[in-house]
C-alpha cells in the first residue's frame, strides 16, 4: 500500500481544531511550541481561544492551518502509517515540505508566518481585490468566459476539480467576471470572503517579499514523493522547492493536474492530515474509487483501516 499525505489550506481553519491531538501528543504539544515561537505568535491561544474572526485573518490564518496539518501527520505517524508522498493545498504545500524533509519544522513556521503576513499586506496594497468560486462548470470554459469578455484583471487561481474552481483578481473584473461565467452556464459562482486575491499577479508584492525572506534557508532534497501546486509534478531537487515556493504565491493551484500525478505515481490511498474533509472530496473527483481519509482528529486517525 502506497499512501500519500495531504495537506489542506486556508478555509479549513476552525476554533479548537487539532486540541485532542495537543492533549494527547507530548510531540505535538513541542511543535505548538516551536511554531510560536518560529513564528513570534501564540498559536496554542490563536487556536483554543481565539474565535472564528480571528482564524480568519490570512496572517492568523496560514500558520494555524500549517501547524494543525504538521500535528495531524505527526499523530498519524504515532499511530504506525507512514507516507510514501506528500502533497498540500496552497499553504498546505508547507506542512508538506517539512513532511518530506525538505525545510525544518522551524524554518517552515517561520516562513509561514511571513507568508502570511505578507499576503495579507499584499492584499491591503491592492487597493481592492478578491476571490469567487465557480461551480459546475469547466476550467476551460471558464478561461473563455473570461477572455471573451475582455478581462484583464481576473484569472484562474485553484484548478480544484473538474467542475469547481476559484478565480482571483480585482474586485472590478471579478464582479465583471461573476456576471459574464452566469452567463456563460455556471450554475454557481460564491465571492469568499478573502483579504486578497491569492495565487494571482496581484500577489505579486508578497512574492518578491517572501523570495527575500527564504534566500538563506536551506532546502534539501525531498525525501519522499513531493508534489507541486505550481506544476503539478513532482519536485525532484530542493532547489527547484525553493523556487516553486515562492512562484506559488503568484500562480493558479493546479490541483487537478497533481492530484492525478499522484495517482499516476501508484499511490493507492490518501490521507487528508489537517482539519476538514474539503481536500477529500476534491480526491474523488480525480482519483474515483481510491480512498481518502479524513484524519482531522483521533478518532479520524483510529478509524483507517489499510
Not at 499512501?3 to 505548538?32: H, I, N, W
Not at 525553493?242 to 505515481?265: G, Y
Not at 481519509?293 to 478509524?303: V, Y
Amino acid at each position: 500500500m502506497k499512501t500519500c499525505f495531504l495537506f489542506p489550506g486556508q478555509g479549513a481553519q476552525y476554533p479548537g481544531m487539532g486540541r485532542d491531538f495537543y492533549e494527547t501528543s507530548k510531540a505535538v504539544r513541542e511543535l505548538f511550541e516551536l511554531a510560536s515561537d518560529s513564528a513570534k505568535i501564540d498559536v496554542k491561544a490563536l487556536i483554543f481561544e481565539g474565535s472564528e474572526e480571528d482564524l480568519k485573518q490570512t496572517r492568523n490564518t496560514q500558520i494555524a492551518v500549517a501547524l494543525v496539518g504538521a500535528a495531524a501527520a505527526l499523530c498519524t505517524r504515532e499511530h504506525g502509517i507512514l507516507p510514501a508522498a506528500a502533497a498540500g493545498f496552497s499553504v498546505g504545500e508547507w506542512p508538506a515540505l517539512a513532511e518530506a524533509g525538505v525545510v525544518s519544522h522551524a524554518d517552515m513556521f517561520r516562513l509561514v508566518g511571513e507568508r502570511g503576513r505578507l499576503m495579507d499586506e499584499a492584499g491591503k496594497r491592492s487597493g481592492g481585490s478578491t476571490m469567487s468560486a465557480v461551480l459546475f462548470m469547466a476550467p476551460e470554459a471558464i478561461e473563455k468566459a473570461i477572455a471573451d469578455a475582455g478581462l484583464k484583471q481576473v484569472w484562474v487561481a485553484n484548478y480544484n476539480s473538474p467542475t469547481q474552481s476559484v478565480i482571483s483578481g480585482t474586485e472590478v473584473d471579478v464582479a465583471a467576471a461573476e456576471i459574464a461565467l452566469k452567463t456563460a452556464g455556471a450554475k454557481r459562482v460564491v465571492r469568499l470572503k478573502v483579504s486578497g486575491a491569492f495565487h494571482s499577479p496581484i500577489m505579486a508584492y508578497a512574492r518578491d517579499g517572501f523570495a527575500e525572506a527564504v534566500s538563506d534557508v536551506k532546502f534539501s532534497d525531498p525525501k519522499l514523493e513531493l508534489f507541486s501546486n505550481v506544476t503539478g509534478k513532482r519536485i525532484l531537487t530542493g532547489a527547484e522547492a525553493k523556487e516553486l515556493a515562492v512562484r506559488q504565491i503568484v500562480s493558479p493551484v493546479r490541483w487537478i493536474e497533481e492530484e492525478a500525478a499522484i495517482v499516476a505515481s501508484g499511490v493507492n490511498h490518501a490521507i487528508e492530515t489537517g482539519p476538514g474533509t474539503v481536500l477529500g472530496g476534491l480526491w474523488k473527483a480525480v482519483a474515483g474509487d481510491l480512498p481518502c481519509f479524513p484524519c482531522g482528529t483521533l478518532d479520524q486517525i483510529a478509524s483507517i483501516s489499510l
